[in-house]
């Protein structure tokens, strides 16, 4: 016997390597999978937190607005309009005490700002301008001079420019039409920073993270995911809204280098269960770890319905008035006027028109609602597709839930707006 061996094809050579290759990449994508899918729910750190010292500062200040088409105050009634024109008038050398002012161009405004953090000075920020007398409108008026104040009383930026306004008011005899609030407008870059916050950012030697959400477990978890990228213990969770920040050997005096980095660290926040109610709108917000034990919820009242419909009866020209009757002639005694078999005739019609009531009585004794069993534990999906299933509105809902969390059974917060 003759053996004879064949060579596979080319094609058929590679199928073991094909299929190796075809492995490796199907583990190395089981291996990404994982990773990828929670961090779509990671937030980073300086969208959940702020660093206690970088904030804002409130600045407001009193001024005039003046070249207004005569939206402005009345001098008459607003006095405080009247004194400070007259101040600022005496201040430039003019003497307007004298005289009889009746200008109805410029309005007394409250002028306000914020004051972002390591702001220069010269730097300019924008300004909200409000009127507090009764003017009409602040449409092409031009702020004067004015000093922000702080909260400890000093100044901190000048503002003055020209108010854009995005309202607008016009009036006719008859008709009047108002867009938006002309009585509110803002100044563009209107104020220029006289004053620094003083903060020494590099001189920090701890720096303490602050929640905007504030939660023990959130602030271990920041804690955790900043030691984890140091590779020291530099964190510590101070109490639920405050993560106590040292600085490592490696970032002495390079504070602005330590912050950039943590705060792009990614951490998934934790929430209180909790739902959050409107009663005003109907509005309900239910957060995602809401939970609740075993209950049965039944709803339904008994609707009576009453809808009055009054329909109009028109009678066909010259019909009868349906009375048997004939006139008599007060003088003679005598049948008077034509008569149709005994009916008398009106000679416009003798028909009434009458409004005929009609009144539709309806009861719903909603039969058609059962009691629903809501087993424990149910997530929030679960939870409004149960309510839904009970064919109850917002309103109702609101009312359910809070019997439900008054029988010990919603494992959440109830916040009522």
Do not use: C, W
């Amino acid at each position: 016997m003759i053996a004879i061996r064949t060579r596979p094809p080319a094609a058929m050579s590679h199928l073991p390597r094909l299929r190796r290759a075809l492995l490796a990449a199907l583990a190395a994508l089981a291996l990404l999978l994982p990773a990828a899918g929670p961090a779509a729910a990671l937030s980073r750190i300086k969208d959940i937190a702020d660093f206690e010292g970088v904030r804002d500062n409130l600045l407001v200040g009193y001024g005039l607005v003046v070249g207004l088409n005569g939206t402005g105050d009345t001098l008459n009634n607003a006095i405080f309009t009247r004194e400070s024109l007259i101040g600022m008038l005496e201040r430039m050398g003019v003497n307007a005490r004298s005289s009889a002012l009746s200008t109805t161009n410029v309005a007394a405004v409250m002028v306000t700002a914020t004051l972002p953090p390591f702001a220069r000075q010269g730097a300019h920020i924008d300004v909200q301008v409000s009127a507090l007398g009764n003017a009409k409108s602040l449409l092409g008026g031009t702020l004067l001079v004015t000093p922000m104040l702080g909260a400890d009383g000093e100044v901190y930026a000048v503002a003055q420019g020209s108010v854009a306004s995005g309202g607008f008011s016009a009036a006719g005899q008859a008709a009047s039409v108002t867009k938006g609030v002309p009585t509110s407008g803002r100044v563009a870059s209107g104020a220029i920073v006289e004053r620094e916050v003083g903060f020494d950012l590099d001189k920090l030697k701890t720096v303490n993270l602050m929640l905007r959400n504030p939660d023990l477990t959130t602030a271990r978890r920041i804690a955790e995911v900043i030691d984890g990228y140091l590779k020291v213990d530099a964190a510590t969770p101070l109490d639920p809204s405050t993560v106590k920040l040292s600085l490592p050997p490696g970032f002495k005096g390079d504070v602005v280098s330590l912050l950039t980095d943590v705060e792009q660290l990614r951490v998934e926040p934790d929430e209180v269960a909790r739902v959050v109610i409107d009663e005003a709108n109907g509005v309900i917000v239910m957060g995602e770890n809401v939970r609740i034990s075993t209950v049965a919820v039944a709803q339904g009242n008994l609707t009576v319905r009453i809808t009055e419909t009054p329909q109009v009866s028109q009678p066909n020209p010259f019909a009868p008035t349906g009375q048997a009757t004939t006139p008599v002639n007060p003088t003679t005694g005598l049948p008077t006027g034509p008569r149709a078999n005994g009916v008398q005739f009106a000679p416009g019609g003798g028909g009434q028109t009458v409004v005929v009531p009609r009144t539709n009585v309806q009861v719903d004794e909603q039969s058609n609602r059962r009691m629903a069993v809501l087993p424990a534990g149910v997530s929030l999906q679960e939870l409004v597709n149960s309510l839904n299933a009970l064919g109850v509105g917002p309103r109702d809902m609101i009312s359910i839930l809070q019997a439900i969390k008054t029988a010990g059974a919603l494992q959440a917060e109830i916040e009522l707006m």
